[in-house]
Structures are given as structure tokens and as C-alpha cells.
């Protein structure tokens, strides 16, 4: 089946554009990265639910489980990162050298995989053993 694909990827790309350019003028070039991220959420969605009208997938009970756990996670996981990303910004902006910027970045970027990590860990969406399983893979 071709044709579903198909049609979540346009929904996906309608979506990147919509949120990118009614986001640009407010914030910037961060429009980019959101209209992606909204993308992808909205590609995710519609192949999920194309799957399960056709009945080819059914989450198990551990899914139903752990998914509100890792979404959770995940929003806290980018809150901190937005607290982090305010508290770094004298050191993010274009006046300071590039290697301050580059390290400040860098920061925030494994803060926010040690976050995330911690809080899939705390809210039993993930134990250590599955992180490290995964990211292997």
C-alpha cells in the first residue's frame, strides 16, 4: 500500500509548512525546527491510525503502560531544556566567541539526553538496561 504513506507524508509536510510560516515572524529561524518536530507528530499520528483502522496493529498493555509515562518525560525533558537554554542564552548569542557558543549548545544538547534518560528512568517508561539496549541498536 502505497497510497497511505503517501498521504501522511503530505499531511506531514502541510503541517511543517503551516507551523513554519505562522510561526516564523514571532520566532525566527526555531520555526524551522518546530514545523519538523510537528511534522513528524502529525506523520507518526496518521500512520498509527491508519494501522489500527485497518486492524495491523494493536498496542499491547505494556505500550498503553508506558506511553504516558514517556510523554511525560519527554515534556518535562523540554521544559528543562527551555530552562537551560534561557539560563545559557548570554553565552548562546552571536557576540561571543564560537567555541563558547559551540560548548554552551553541547551542553545543553547532553543535559538534555542525561534528563531525559533520568526521567524515563524515574517514571518507569524505561530502566537503565532498556536505554542502553536501545541505544545500541
Not at 510561526?23 to 507518526?44: D, K, T, W
Not at 485497518?54 to 498496542?59: A, D
Not at 543535559?111 to 528512568?121: D, K, N, Y
Request: aromatic share 6%; glycine share 8%; net charge positive.
Amino acid at each position: 500500500d502505497m497510497k497511505g504513506p503517501i498521504i501522511a507524508a503530505l499531511l506531514g509536510m502541510a503541517t511543517n509548512v503551516i507551523v513554519a510560516l505562522t510561526l516564523f515572524p514571532h520566532m525566527g529561524s526555531v520555526a524551522a525546527a518546530i514545523g519538523v518536530s510537528a511534522s513528524a507528530v502529525v506523520n507518526a499520528l496518521a500512520l498509527y491510525v491508519m494501522l489500527l483502522r485497518r486492524g495491523l496493529f494493536r498496542p499491547g498493555k505494556l505500550a498503553k503502560l508506558r506511553l504516558p509515562r514517556v510523554l511525560l518525560a519527554s515534556a518535562l525533558t523540554g521544559i528543562a531544556i527551555w530552562l537551560l537554554d534561557e539560563t545559557l542564552r548570554p553565552w548562546l548569542k552571536g557576540n561571543n566567541p564560537a567555541l563558547i557558543r559551540i560548548a554552551a549548545l553541547g551542553f545543553i544538547c547532553c543535559a538534555g539526553v542525561v534528563i531525559q534518560v533520568m526521567l524515563a528512568h524515574v517514571f518507569k517508561a524505561a530502566d537503565f538496561s532498556q536505554i542502553r539496549a536501545g541505544m545500541r541498536r
